[in-house]
């Protein structure tokens, strides 16, 4: 390699400290704020001055919070099936054919992730209000849909690559029919990128904010959302417990995906 | 006479201008161990797919027990197939491998497990059921196939290159395992390879393809002693190429003359008397003798080269018209000659063959 670390000399502790500097800038503050949610000063003091889980309690009994949190887990939970359903056909069309305006359409798919969210949201915001899809969990859904499914056929498109199509031939000789190969053979043989591919849906449904605030009503709205109006009104800790939660289900899901990737390794 | 098992019939593949295959026709009897031998992109692979059904032919028709197999979909062709590259499904035990193809069938449980043991025991790989292919190594992955492919006692056993990403000593390994699964079993096998050792090894007969056609048919004998191209003999075995022209012709011998004026008889052939050609003759039937033992008999030459081998020395001569040629003798009749020594060079005329 051209730099190697261990002959870096006096440089390298160059290197440990921005390091160290980037990812204290990084992670500080949601430590910070996990921090807050347990502790007991209504006005966001830190360090806090004693513990409690009172937040939480506050969050879990008002039933705002309450559905909040249901509308974004009902949400991203259609989000990631549809999602995983339509980036596996998608990406098996595009893995298996050759056709004309192939490589455009597999532009056109990942158009989403590099069009600025804004843009789609006040887009999707006119059309859906003409449609009455505003405030409705349908629009979410297409919403969310549309920025989660170029990542689930990125991810569900790898892992079709590092899969050998003669193993569905072998299947196909064995005496498998069509569905029959795609059902044995090749989904279990992908299925950590299927699962990889739902859970990275999931999370980008469960704290997207831009295009859900567009389509929030008052009476339908996601966690996220509805931390960010919060926010607006007032400082609560409640705010704090809200965001940790957020935060640690999405550390548990990104830990599942590294640990189910390290079994089938070994 | 019984129709032939499989009869493949004036097959042709073309890719938008591209012959891939033209006209192959081939009859395989029951039992019998047939290769597809010839270089890469000799349309042998083609063919075995058109029979597998991966490929529909252009024109053609494949018979199997007189029967249309084109109609028929790959899936319910019934037929087994071992690939080049390793296909075992990774997320399967060695027996759920195995038994692949009969849960496929909805065949009983207990059949599937009795049926699964026997064919392991037939590969020598019954302890290894409840492994993941991913811990075996290459031969056992492709001796699993192999189980994989006859666990549903298939007529017609179609083998891709089985052996080509294995080193030598496992190849041959598989080889002799193979030849005893083919009697036990008594199915029909048509491998392809390009391996002209392995053919030989391990069939009945062999089929040499190039560019698309079949060059000649038969056992390994008859393609070796008897070979009706030169690119048969080229392809099977060791060879020394001399051009020649043909002067008398009769009942397929042919009087041949050297550039050098030097003539011999009886050599086989099919060409016309005055027309150019080129005479093969292996390197083990020919012999050398010193010029002085030899008394103007045969084509003089000089030696070049002497190489020890143990069972046989291995000469290079040099003919009047500057060309090497490959001789292979016993030790002991190499006596008398040295490196640059004046030779002679003879051969029994039946082992000489002139081809255009």
Not at chain 1, 114 to 132: E, R, S, T
Not at chain 2, 93 to 117: D, H, Q, S, Y
Not at chain 2, 282 to 290: A, Y
Request: charged share 15%.
């Amino acid at each position: 390699m051209l730099l190697d670390f261990d002959r870096l000399g006096a440089w390298r502790w160059g290197l440990i400290g921005v390091g160290t500097v980037v990812m204290l800038f990084l992670l500080l503050p949601i430590v910070f704020i996990a921090a807050l949610s347990f502790g007991d000063s209504q006005w966001l003091v830190f360090p806090p001055p004693g513990w409690t889980l009172q937040w939480y309690q506050q969050l879990l009994t008002d039933p705002v919070w309450i559905d909040s949190l249901l509308t974004s887990a009902k949400v991203a939970v259609i989000v990631t099936v549809l999602s995983v359903a339509l980036g596996l056909l998608a990406s098996l069309g595009l893995a298996r054919s050759t056709f004309f305006g192939k490589s455009a359409l597999q532009a056109f798919f990942l158009t989403p992730m590099v069009l600025p969210v804004v843009v789609l949201a006040v887009a999707l915001y006119a059309f859906f209000l003409k449609l009455g899809l505003t405030g409705t969990l349908t629009g979410f859904v297409i919403g969310h849909l549309i920025i989660a499914l170029p990542f689930s056929i990125i991810t569900i498109g790898n892992s079709l690559q590092s899969f050998d199509p003669a193993l569905e031939d072998a299947a196909m000789i064995c005496g498998a029919g069509p569905i029959e190969v795609k059902w044995r053979v090749t989904l279990p043989a992908i299925r950590l990128g299927l699962f990889a591919a739902a859970v990275f849906s999931f999370l980008i449904s469960w704290d997207e904010v831009v295009l859900s605030i567009f389509m929030a009503s008052p009476t339908l709205q996601t966690l996220p959302v509805l931390i960010w109006s919060t926010l607006r009104q007032d400082l609560t800790p409640v705010i704090a417990a809200a965001s940790t939660l957020l935060v640690a289900l999405t550390i548990v899901l990104m830990l599942l995906v590294s640990l189910l990737k390290r079994g089938t390794r070994s | 006479m019984t129709t032939p098992f499989l009869q493949i019939r004036g097959l042709r593949k073309t890719y938008d201008q591209v012959v891939a295959i033209d006209h192959v026709s081939l009859d395989i009897q029951q039992g019998e161990f047939m290769t597809f031998l010839g270089p890469s992109g000799s349309g042998k692979s083609t063919t075995l797919y058109i029979v597998a059904g991966f490929q529909g032919p252009t024109e053609g028709q494949v018979l199997l027990n007189g029967k249309s197999l084109l109609e028929v979909a790959p899936n319910q062709r019934n037929i087994g197939m071992v690939f080049q590259r390793y296909t075992l499904f990774p997320h399967l035990t060695v027996g759920e491998n195995v038994a692949f193809p009969l849960r496929v069938r909805r065949r009983p449980e207990a059949e599937i497990k009795a049926k699964v043991e026997k064919m392991l025991e037939l590969v020598h790989l019954a302890g290894y059921r409840d492994r993941l292919p991913g811990q075996l190594s290459g031969g056992q992955q492709q001796r699993v196939a192999i189980a994989r492919a006859l666990a549903y006692d298939p007529p017609l056993l179609l083998m891709d290159e089985p052996l080509s990403a294995l080193d030598k000593k496992l190849r041959e390994e598989i080889q002799l395992e193979l030849r005893r699964i083919h009697q036990e079993t008594g199915v029909t096998i048509l491998y392809v390879t390009h391996d002209q050792e392995e053919a030989l090894r391990l069939s009945d007969r062999i089929a040499v393809f190039s560019q698309g056609k079949i060059e000649q048919v038969g056992t390994g004998e008859e393609l070796y002693e008897r070979p009706t191209s030169r690119f048969v003999a080229g392809f099977i075995g060791n060879s020394n190429f001399l051009p020649v022209k043909v002067e008398q012709m009769g009942s397929g011998r042919a009087r041949a003359v050297f550039p050098n004026g030097h003539a011999v008889e009886g050599a086989a052939s099919a060409l016309a008397a005055g027309s150019e050609g080129t005479l093969m003759v292996r390197p083990e039937q020919m012999r050398i003798r010193p010029a002085a033992a030899a008394a103007g008999h045969g084509l003089a030459v000089t030696v070049r080269d002497m190489t020890y081998l143990g069972d046989s020395m291995h000469f290079a001569v040099q003919t009047p018209w500057q060309q090497e040629i490959a001789v292979r003798m016993a030790v002991r009749d190499g006596q008398g000659l040295s490196i640059g020594a004046p030779a002679v060079l003879e051969w029994d005329a039946q082992h000489g063959h002139v081809f255009a």
